[in-house]
């Protein structure tokens, strides 16, 4: 909890000692006033970015070590982070879904090799967007309960979104962990604007963390939203030399 500034209690007491006396603190109407804190309108942000989608190329820094062994080496490389608008006509669970697709790909020069990857995430939504599942090439995720963002958002704000168990395939006879979707909100560059930090965490079945995802957007207070930056820790499969290699990665945008 925020700590309460030693001027804020002295004119906290001074009111009262006004109200005591037969006065009031807020010039006679005996109504309480306070600066409201600026709210940011997430669903129309998200029926624009769910509308139009997003192409954008960053620079990321970071470590990448292989699974094969090795040491840490540092890395830096530009990566194209895309998100397709959402489409209806797509089967997920037996019934009619949206579906968008987000892709992040991108060539990592790690100790003179050049290893490219591609990393394809697709997420379906109900007609109304709750958030139904997610499938990557190697799993697939469906949500405990449909999840949903708030209408408003405000800065300071945190919360859970959705948490879909997930599978080695649709057969769903192998599970493979948890994957927990949330959010948080922080000042953004001006007094009308926040950063949206959408935050996705993978816990295997052991209950180790083997992947985290942090995507920041720019939302201002009208709902217009655009994409900021990435950080990511996780395994990528990469392709290098025509040989498929897994390499364990932590990476942000510079």
């Known amino acids: 909890m925020p700590r309460i500034a030693k001027t804020f209690i002295a004119t906290f007491l001074c009111g009262l000692l006004v109200t005591a006396c037969g006065g009031s603190a807020d010039g006679g109407t005996g109504a309480a006033t306070s600066a409201a804190a600026t709210t940011f309108p997430l669903s129309t942000a998200l029926v624009n970015l769910y509308a139009t989608g997003f192409q954008k190329t960053i620079s990321v820094s970071g470590t990448a070590q292989s699974t ?3 040491t840490s080496s540092p890395f830096t490389a530009s990566l194209s982070v895309t998100e397709t608008p959402v489409y209806a006509g797509f089967t997920f669970e037996n019934q009619a879904v949206r579906q968008k697709t987000s892709t992040n790909a991108g060539v990592f020069n790690i100790n003179g090799i050049d290893n490219g990857f591609v990393e394809i995430n697709q997420d379906f939504l109900s007609t109304n967007n709750l958030l139904l599942g997610t499938l990557t090439p190697v799993s697939y995720c469906v949500a ?7 209408g ?3 800065i300071g704000q945190a919360q859970a979104v959705a948490t879909y168990q997930c599978y080695a395939n649709s057969a769903k006879t192998s599970a493979t962990g948890t994957d927990k979707l949330s959010f948080l909100v922080s000042p953004g560059n001006s007094p009308t ?23 920041n957007y720019l939302i201002d207070t009208s709902g217009a939203i ?8 996780g395994l990528l499969i990469s392709n290098a030399n025509g040989a498929t290699n897994g390499i364990q990665v932590s990476f942000k945008s510079q």
């Open 68 to 70: 094969a062994g090795g």
């Open 152 to 154: 408003t958002i405000t």
């Open 226 to 233: 655009s994409f900021l930056s990435l950080s990511f820790s």
């Open 193 to 215: 604007t926040a950063i949206f930090s959408v935050i996705e965490v993978f816990v295997d079945t052991t209950g180790a963390q083997t992947q985290y995802t942090q995507k």
């Open 144 to 150: 405990s309960s449909p999840g949903q963002y708030p």
